[in-house]
């Protein structure tokens, strides 16, 4: 498969960002600001610059995401956040308003501009178009099926216009996540970067004329009709895709965790380097990560009731982080060490995932030493754990139930 197609990662913090890169990240987005996840652990101006250093440093693409929909007065703010990015050497900039493009593009910026998903962007017409106001690429609306893309792919081809679709993660239960239902219940504006998700609660209805009586929304012989949506997983997709024309595949998760952003990244990566991964052993190796079950949805062609999760909305998944590998540089005695995430114990065997994306196995010391040398029974959070075997930095360890293996996607 072609190697320039871009695996795109998404980055709540420094930390985050620097597996994304380990696990075969091309080019990573991430926010200081101004954009949809506020909440995300988002980036000071200091570990913007060192984000974008060591992304080049890897020779990868840092993109600074700037598309929530202002109001007025918070147009200084963003115009003053866009020039220093671009100072900093950002390689774009993501928009969705068009007052923000309009008013971005009249800076001059050596920065590129990418149309997020948030401008709902679902015809060849309106890529051209946004090429023509200086964009040099669109993130297709998710409401496409893989007809319309290909479709949409061959109208503009020969334009250079890039396109990008997300394929995996979280998906809002409203028009490529313009929601209002946050800004409504709790007060906090989604389209600001504030969404409380309150798509995932649970909700009891209550009959006008019986007042303090709740009734469960559950569902029945056609199914549960709410918020409530399984999350995007559309890796059989991607060969299909990269044959249409599109340029970049984007992953969700600016608030996941390193686990989730290691299991999910090594899986797309694998593909992208041209290898076949069938449907369940796919599905088998997403399950490791907490998922609401798994959509294709409307790649597929239409959305039906299997693409909403019914009953519980929790998430679950059938392995635990536990623990990553340190560098060399944190050796001990020539031996690597452990971070401890989650109590682990004496003689346990756990799963391990290399950033080469190969699955293995690790059975733990009897008694487990620490880094000072103590032998203990169990290690809880942030101990860290002598191991004999010379894993590489950044390797995920974890338990693993493999006869838990959630999140089945619809057919």
């Not at 080049?56 to 007065?73: A, C, R």
């Not at 017409?125 to 040099?136: D, E, N």
């Not at 496409?144 to 997300?166: A, N, P, Y």
């Amino acid at each position: 498969m072609d190697r320039q197609t871009e695996l795109l990662a998404p980055a709540g913090t420094l930390e985050k960002l620097k597996w994304a890169i380990a696990y075969g990240a091309d080019a990573v987005y991430f926010g200081a600001g101004y954009s949809l996840r506020s909440f995300a652990g988002n980036f000071s101006i200091d570990e913007i610059q060192d984000g974008i250093d060591y992304l080049h440093k890897h020779g990868k693409k840092g993109y600074i995401t700037l598309n929530s929909y202002p109001f007025s007065d918070e147009y200084d703010g963003i115009i003053s956040l866009a020039k220093k990015v671009d100072d900093m050497g950002a390689d774009a900039l993501i928009v969705a308003d068009m007052g923000v493009f309009y008013e971005i593009k009249k800076l001059g910026l050596k920065a590129k501009l990418h149309i997020s998903t948030q401008a709902n962007t679902m015809s060849a017409q309106a890529v051209l178009a946004y090429q023509q106001m200086g964009a040099s690429r669109a993130n297709l609306a998710r409401e496409l099926s893989l007809e319309k893309i290909v479709d949409l792919q061959k109208r503009i081809l020969g334009s250079g216009m890039e396109t990008e679709v997300f394929v995996h993660g979280a998906v809002c239960f409203s028009y490529s996540g313009r929601c209002a239902i946050s800004d409504y219940m709790t007060g906090r504006r989604a389209n600001h970067g504030e969404c409380t998700h309150p798509c995932r609660w649970k909700y009891y209805l209550m009959e006008e004329q019986r007042d303090g009586e709740y009734y469960p929304v559950f569902e029945d012989d056609r199914g549960l009709y709410f918020y409530n949506s399984k999350d995007l997983a559309l890796f059989e997709y991607i060969p299909a895709l990269v044959e249409a024309g599109v340029n970049s595949f984007k992953i969700e998760g600016r608030m996941k965790s390193i686990h989730y952003i290691a299991s999910v990244l090594s899986l797309y990566r694998r593909i992208l380097d041209g290898e076949e991964i069938s449907s369940a052993l796919g599905m088998e190796l997403l399950s490791r990560v907490k998922n609401r079950g798994y959509s294709q949805g409307f790649m597929k062609g239409n959305i039906t009731v299997d693409d909403y999760q019914l009953g519980d909305n929790h998430s679950d998944s059938a392995a635990t982080f536990v623990g990553n590998v340190l560098g060399d540089d944190e050796m001990v005695d020539g031996k690597k060490l452990f971070r401890v995430r989650n109590k682990v114990h004496a003689a346990e065997t756990l799963e391990v995932l290399t950033p080469d994306g190969k699955l293995s196995s690790l059975t733990l010391s009897n008694p487990l030493v620490n880094s000072r040398g103590v032998p203990l029974e169990f290690a809880n959070n942030e101990e860290k754990i002598i191991i004999d075997d010379d894993l590489p930095e950044f390797t995920i360890i974890r338990r693993y139930d493999a006869t838990k293996i959630v999140g089945a996607k619809n057919e």
